[in-house]
């Protein structure tokens, strides 16, 4: 019998489904959109929200969640609440690479900054 490793949190998914889900957030069809603000509005203690970090890239809002595995799964979601713009990077790779610059990289272009920062995850050790 062969063993697979599992993204953390042992949620198995596929990009096609982080975008069900991308939607889903966006249009309420998940939770209230009440729910959904409560979510992404960053804690009074801690450096995050509830599962979630928020970084401020030039008075653009972004949301940031990660997530590794052991075995060299790697995730990245990061989206502009206020814009509508997402850019989500799955991995399956064994290495050290960091996975926030190049979606960082990514979410730039997409918002036309030169530069949107670290994020609120800092680095991505251990991705």
Request: glycine share 14%; charged share 20%.
């Amino acid at each position: 019998m062969q063993e697979f490793g599992w993204p953390s949190g042992g949620l198995a998914t596929t990009l096609s489904d982080l975008l069900k889900l991308d939607e889903a957030l966006r249009s309420g069809k998940l939770m209230k959109r009440s729910t959904f603000e409560q979510m992404i509005t960053k804690a009074d203690v801690g450096s995050g929200t509830p599962g979630w970090f928020t970084h401020d890239a030039g008075g653009i809002k972004l949301v940031t969640k990660n997530g590794a595995g052991s075995m060299g799964f790697s995730s990245m979601y990061i989206f502009a609440p206020e814009r509508g713009d997402s850019v989500i990077m799955i991995r399956n790779f064994a290495g050290k690479a960091a996975i926030q610059p190049p979606t960082n990289q990514i979410m730039a272009v997409v918002l036309g900054a030169k530069d949107i920062g670290r994020g609120a995850t800092g680095d991505d050790e251990g991705q």
